[in-house]
């Protein structure tokens, strides 16, 4: 029977309440909007000792200023600016700042998330410097070599002291390449922590809606911002013709990068039949996704998030490391004329697929990830 439960209902409880400064002298090296996300909820664990260092990476205020709004208070948040650069000039002065906050501030071990080239100039710092390094969100593979994260999450996960990984899957792939089991902890994601923080209650999630005019089941929400789908005119106009095409209203938060290239292109009137939106601050983003009868995206944050709304996801990319969704919540097709038949798949009843899904598990965990990954903190670097 369909609900409009508030989904929080229907989550599973976290394991007790927050451990502050279970491991002091932790630096956390980050420098997008998605790191700041599923870091928030690991800074609430660890404890306000946690020093953070931003690189701006992601110096576009409207990917950052919502997110760091809602971020936890930290011993010391330092801001570099690191900005718009090519890949390998924004990772050399990535290194650099790092290494310099790290010569001042050692603290006892550093900790990165995930495979932007933030976290791998946090990787490539620490190591300099002889500090230990957790990896959190190891073992993801997507075994495609034309991804430059690709290449971020291997090198990160050989550097790591520490492998934290999401899932079983994730801990096999460490295991295939002979990292040492001693090293991995499956932990879950802490997606899972920062969706249950940041997502608005029923009545609220109502009351966005509203705001934009939109209906609970009878919209699609769109968010397309990956290099290899945006950077390309040609694919960026498929992708835009096959979301126009839907036969629902599509809510199209605009990426920064995708909004450069729909201007630069001349696509700006193929925005014309979606419901373009401002990058929106995390809970009403999620308010907007739990609701959407289908979310279509290349964000693989938003896969991970998609199973924990208990929402279908048609991700549009040639490969995902993010496989454990494949069959249930998510479905990959490449950008192209599959979008509008893989969306129309989901369509036919959105109620009965709401019932459905709601049942599956989030492959991704049980909301503990923040409690285990401090857990294998405390064993691996005991306090002195
Ligand atoms: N997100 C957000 N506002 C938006 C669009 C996305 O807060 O307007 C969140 C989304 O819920 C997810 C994260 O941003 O947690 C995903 O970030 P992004 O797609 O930039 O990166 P990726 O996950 O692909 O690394």
Redesign the pocket.
Known sequence: MSTTADVREVLPGSLGPPRPAVVSGVTLVCG???EL??LAPLIRHLGDECAVVYTGQHYDRS?YS??RADFPPTKRFHELGVGAASRGVQLGRAVSAVDEILAAHPGRVVLVQ?D?TSALAGALAANAHGLPLVHVEAGLRSHDRAMPEEHNRILIDHLADLCCAPTELNRRNLLAETIPAERIAVTGNT?VE?LRTALPRARERTAVLAGHRLVRDTYVLA?V??PENVDDPVLLAVILRELAALPLPVVF?L?PRTAKSVDRFGLTRLLEPLVV??????P???AL?AEAAVIV??????QE?ASVLKRPVVVVRRSTERPEIAGTFGVLVPPGPRIGSAVAAWLDDVAAHRDRLRHIPSPYGDGAACHRIAEALEVMFPLG
């Open positions: 997008t909007r998605p996300i599923k990917l919502p997110i995930g932007t997606v920062a968010t911002h990956r938060p990426h939106l401002e990058p929106q601050a995390y009403a983003f999620l996704a995206s290349d964000s693989g944050g938003i998030e």
